[in-house]
């Protein structure tokens, strides 16, 4: 059965970086993007990203540019995110899930908290 | 860009009953590629509708949704203890987000 595991919790200092891990099994990785999507505390869900990991083509949300790297290592059928310069307000539960039609998101990881606190 | 707003932000009911839940689109989605998310408390979100219409695979008969352009609409027939939970729509394909929620709690 398909099944992504993200990487446990991370607390972090603002300005620091943090890269979250999903492992995925059950299904074959390069036959779908992979998405990441956060929640910060009590709120709504923010689609973060994509990125196809046959090719590695990115995708990401336009107030996320430029502190957001997505990459993936197929060997290991594995999605990394990597988000720098942290801020408070990123504290958050991040989520990978795997989409075969851009941004649907069929299966989902457990989450992953990041907590940003000085 | 385009902002999807979500009604009401929460539908107090009872086991048993009907829930209609809405998403409206600021502008058209493109061959309603607007999905539904269940989400309970501590868990990850689960897909329930693609395709504005279609069932995700495993979800139960009581889900439907509906609409077209800028008017969605997902119905739990007849609410079960399990489906008290957080509802989310979502527009995919282009530029993929969420609106902001219906929470369905117990009346």
């Known amino acids: 059965q398909v099944q992504l595991v993200q990487s446990a919790a991370e607390v972090k200092k603002p300005g620091a970086s943090v890269k979250v891990s999903c492992k995925a099994s059950?299904?074959?990785?390069?036959?779908?993007?992979i998405n990441w999507v956060r929640q910060a505390p009590g709120q709504g869900l923010e689609w973060m990203g994509w990125?196809?990991?046959?090719?590695?083509?990115?995708n990401y949300a336009q107030k996320l540019q430029g502190r957001v790297t997505m990459t993936t290592d197929t060997s290991a059928s594995t999605a990394y995110m990597e988000l720098r310069s942290l801020r408070s307000d990123d504290t958050a539960v991040y989520y990978c899930?795997?989409?075969?039609?851009?941004?649907?998101?069929?299966?989902w990881g457990q989450g992953a908290l990041v907590s940003v606190s000085s | 860009e385009t902002v999807l707003t979500q009604s009401p932000g929460t539908l107090s009911l009872s086991p048993g009953e009907r829930a209609t839940l809405s998403c409206r689109a600021s502008?058209?989605?493109?061959?309603?590629?607007l999905a539904w998310y269940q989400q309970k408390p501590g868990q990850a979100p689960r897909l329930l509708i693609y395709?504005?219409?279609s069932r995700a695979t495993g979800i139960p008969d009581r889900f439907s949704g509906s609409g077209s352009g800028t008017d969605f609409t997902l119905i739990i027939s007849r609410l079960e203890p399990e489906d008290f939970a957080v509802y989310y729509c979502?527009?995919?394909?282009?530029?993929?987000?969420f609106g902001g929620g219906t929470k369905v709690e117990i009346k």
């Open positions: 502008q058209s989605v493109s061959s309603s590629y």
């Open positions: 899930a795997t989409s075969k039609w851009y941004g649907l998101l069929e299966y």
């Open positions: 990125i196809s990991a046959y090719t590695g083509n990115t």
């Open positions: 395709g504005a219409s």
């Open positions: 059950g299904f074959t990785f390069t036959d779908y993007g």
């Open positions: 979502q527009q995919y394909g282009g530029s993929p987000l």
